[in-house]
Structures are given as structure tokens and as C-alpha cells.
């Protein structure tokens, strides 16, 4: 069954530090998400993507934070600028077309900023 | 807005009893619901989908939901509790009126099941 993929599964940076979190969504899907967890509460969206563009953002995601799709395959964040309150469990999610088809999460990249 | 509401953080039931987790909705379109669980260290894992038609849906793992528009309710039930679905379940509804299908989540509900 077709997956989308995360790498790195875990990364810890230092405060102050850019980080790119990575993800390959699934082939045919046309758009992309970022979601967030902060360890104990719940899942946030941060981002949507479609058609080499953001669609829609939350406030969540202010300058800081970035997204690109730079190869065609690759869908990344980019944290320019880690803080503490940016550890968190980061899920990369796709969708073939609409609410009806669901959503296909990857298993996540856990983010730790000492 | 679209919103979830999902009473009981914590629900503890023991192996083979009915397991319940109880989600509420709000949406001032026809929603499209979803549920997810979560095992320790890994990523979310669709269970089922309510978009149209058939008011109840059949999930994996034996999971089934009902959506009660009247009620404005779709509760997550399993009629035999596994150990092995001892996790974290996530109430999800998509953002019906947008632009881009987000999904807004509950605080979820983490399921223990005792021997």
C-alpha cells in the first residue's frame, strides 16, 4: 500500500537552529499538509499546499516557518529559527483530491529544540 | 467553524467489553467525519470515514461509527475490546467549506484495556 514517507523519524536541534523536516508524499496526490502535535495535546494543522502554492496556513504558521516542494517528489518545512515551544511531533500528510478521499499520514518526525 | 468535542480524555475498559468513545461535532455544513488512532510512537492511522450515504460506516479492526446528524454525534464503537487496541483515538472533521479540506481535530481519547 502506497505511504508517505518522513525522514529524519527524530531530530534534535539547538535553539536558534534552521531545520528542514522532509517528507514524500504519496505519487498521484495532489495536495499536501503539514500538521503538528505538541507532546499530550492535540493533532493542529499548520499548512496546505497545492499547486506549488500554500492554500491556506493557520496562525501557527507565521514567518518562521516555510514550505516548498522543490523537486516535484520532496515536500518540505523549513524552521528558520527553531524555539523550545517548536518541539513537537511533526506530521506530513497527502490526499488525492477532496475530504472524501481521506488523508494519508506519514508516521512523523519528532522534533526536539534544547 | 468546524469544531470537535471528544468527552473523556481517558477510557479504561477491560478485554472483551464494549468499548464507546464518544465524539460531538460542530458544523454549520454537512461534515464529512473521521476517525484515527494513534499507537505509542507512530503516526495516525485512519480507521473510518463518514463522507455520504450509509450513516453507519465500518472501519478496520472492527470499528464501526454512526453519524447522528440529530444529535450531531459520531461515537466510536467496537463491540469486543483487544489489547491490542489499547491507543489514542482521534475525532476529526473536515473543513467542508474551505478551500483546501484540512482536518480539525479533537484532543483525543486514549483507550487502556485491562486484562
Known amino acids: 500500500e502506497p505511504e508517505v514517507t518522513q525522514t529524519p523519524s527524530h531530530q534534535v536541534t539547538q535553539m536558534g537552529q534552521e531545520v528542514i523536516l522532509r517528507c514524500v508524499p504519496i505519487s498521484n496526490h495532489l495536495y499536501f499538509y503539514w500538521y503538528r502535535q505538541i507532546l499530550g495535546q492535540k493533532v493542529e494543522f499548520l499548512v496546505s499546499?497545492?499547486?506549488?502554492?500554500?492554500?491556506?496556513k493557520s496562525e501557527i504558521f507565521d514567518d518562521q516557518f516555510s514550505v516548498e516542494r522543490p523537486d516535484g517528489s520532496n515536500f518540505t518545512l523549513k524552521i528558520r529559527s527553531t524555539k523550545l515551544e517548536d518541539s513537537a511531533m511533526y506530521f506530513c500528510?497527502?490526499?488525492?483530491?477532496?475530504?472524501?478521499?481521506?488523508?494519508?499520514f506519514g508516521s512523523g518526525t519528532r522534533l526536539t529544540v534544547v | 467553524a468546524q469544531s470537535v468535542t471528544q468527552l473523556g480524555s481517558h477510557v479504561s475498559v477491560s478485554e472483551g467489553a464494549l468499548v464507546l468513545l464518544r465524539c460531538n461535532y460542530s458544523s454549520s455544513v454537512p461534515p464529512y467525519l473521521f476517525w484515527y488512532v494513534q499507537y505509542p510512537n507512530q503516526g495516525l492511522q485512519l480507521l473510518l470515514k463518514?463522507?455520504?450515504?450509509?450513516?453507519l460506516v465500518k472501519g478496520i479492526n472492527g470499528f464501526e461509527a454512526e453519524f447522528k446528524k440529530s444529535e450531531t454525534s459520531f461515537h466510536l464503537t467496537k463491540p469486543s475490546a483487544h489489547m491490542s487496541d489499547a491507543a489514542e483515538y482521534f475525532c476529526?472533521?473536515?473543513?467542508?467549506?474551505?478551500?483546501?479540506?484540512?482536518?480539525?481535530f479533537g484532543t483525543g481519547t486514549l483507550l487502556a484495556v485491562q486484562p
Open positions: 463518514y463522507t455520504t450515504g450509509a450513516t
Open positions: 499546499f497545492y499547486n506549488n502554492e500554500i492554500s491556506e
Open positions: 500528510a497527502s490526499s488525492e483530491a477532496g475530504q472524501a478521499y481521506g488523508y494519508t
Open positions: 476529526a472533521v473536515s473543513d467542508n467549506g474551505g478551500a483546501t479540506n484540512k482536518l480539525i
